[in-house]
Nanobody, 123 residues
Framework: QVHLVESGGGLVQSGGSLRLSCAASGRTFSSLAMGWFRQAPGKERELVAA????????YYADSVKSRFTISRDNSENTVSLQMNSLKPEDTAVYYCAADTSWRAIATMKNDYWGQGTQVTVSS
């Protein structure tokens, strides 16, 4: 079992920055692929960014490339999402996700989810 707790959400003006963090416990963190998903009101949940257990493979959705950066610290059991140049369309609940399988993250069939943190970008 893996327990995920997100932090760092909030309200920011368009063009601003936020950093989300996710603390994991319950399983060897370095064995997990990690991801960040988001879900806006009335929309489906979508994968924003993902990182493999080693950090060697990283994925970004086209909508966030060059603005968001995912990183992980296997010594601290954390994964972070640095979000810059935020836009109103980035407003959503952001969820941390984990699985031993990279493919499971990519197809949203991962086993573990955090409770979510709200990000609101005002225009």
């Amino acid at each position: 079992q893996v327990h995920l707790v997100e932090s760092g959400g909030g309200l920011v003006q368009s063009g601003g920055s936020l950093r989300l963090s996710c603390a994991a416990s319950g399983r060897t963190f370095s064995s997990l692929a990690m991801g960040w998903f988001r879900q806006a009101p009335g929309k489906e949940r979508e994968l924003v960014a993902a990182i493999s257990w080693s950090g060697g493979n990283i994925y970004y959705a086209d909508s966030v490339k060059s603005r968001f950066t995912i990183s992980r610290d296997n010594s601290e059991n954390t994964v972070s999402l640095q979000m810059n140049s935020l836009k109103p369309e980035d407003t959503a609940v952001y969820y941390c996700a984990a699985d031993t399988s990279w493919r499971a993250i990519a197809t949203m069939k991962n086993d573990y989810w955090g409770q979510g943190t709200q990000v609101t970008v005002s225009s």
